[in-house]
């Protein structure tokens, strides 16, 4: 079984609990008001930061925190105790990240029916896929799927993953917000 197939079987009881967490089932029944709007901003905001922070010492990576941070009326800044144990349990975490910024797309689709959000700027994050997102996406799979990892690293991979939903979810739920 390829290291994607397996990523998205054994994270997806996290991957549910963040998306039932989040608060963006109101901008799919359209009810969701500007201040929870930029709630949910700013939880992904912070998620993300540390989330890339963690992968930024194994690693580069293109940061998606500074695209939600343009789009936050008063942004803030939270850190959070979030570690990564190796450059696997990054790979683990860039996953997640990148899956979810492909996802952030089909939530954009629905933005534009949410009438309290007609006065929103353009977004960055919350935005219709462009080749680049789209890209970025391809070359992330075609990057893990080139690759032979052993046990071990497919363990940490999966681990790097979960922990990242977990850290997603830990921002969610306590609606860390500063």
């Known amino acids: 079984m390829d290291i994607l197939t397996q990523l998205k079987e054994q994270t997806k009881q996290k991957h549910l609990e963040v998306e039932a967490n989040s608060g963006i089932s109101k901008i ?3 009810s969701i ?3 929870e709007y930029q709630d949910i901003l700013q939880n992904n905001y912070n ?3 540390n989330t890339e922070s963690a992968i930024l010492s194994y690693f580069p990576i293109e940061s998606i925190a500074t695209w939600i941070f343009n789009d936050l009326e008063n942004p803030t800044s939270s850190n959070l105790e979030f570690q990564l144990d190796n450059n696997h349990q990054a ?3 860039q996953y997640v990240i990148e899956g979810s910024l492909l996802g952030s797309a089909y939530i ?3 933005i534009s029916n949410c009438h309290n959000l007609n ?3 353009p977004q960055s994050f919350y935005t219709r896929p462009d080749k680049a997102r ?6 992330f799979k075609k990057q893990m799927q080139e690759q032979v990892f052993t046990k071990q690293q497919t363990e940490d991979i999966i681990a790097g993953a979960n922990k990242t939903f977990d850290l997603f979810n830990t921002v969610f739920t306590n609606k860390v917000v500063v």
């Open 47 to 49: 998620a993300y930061y």
């Open 108 to 110: 954009a689709k629905e």
């Open 134 to 139: 789209i890209n970025r996406w391809s070359t």
């Open 28 to 30: 799919f029944d359209h």
């Open 119 to 121: 006065s929103l700027k």
């Open 91 to 93: 790979l683990g975490a």
């Open 33 to 35: 008001t500007v201040k």
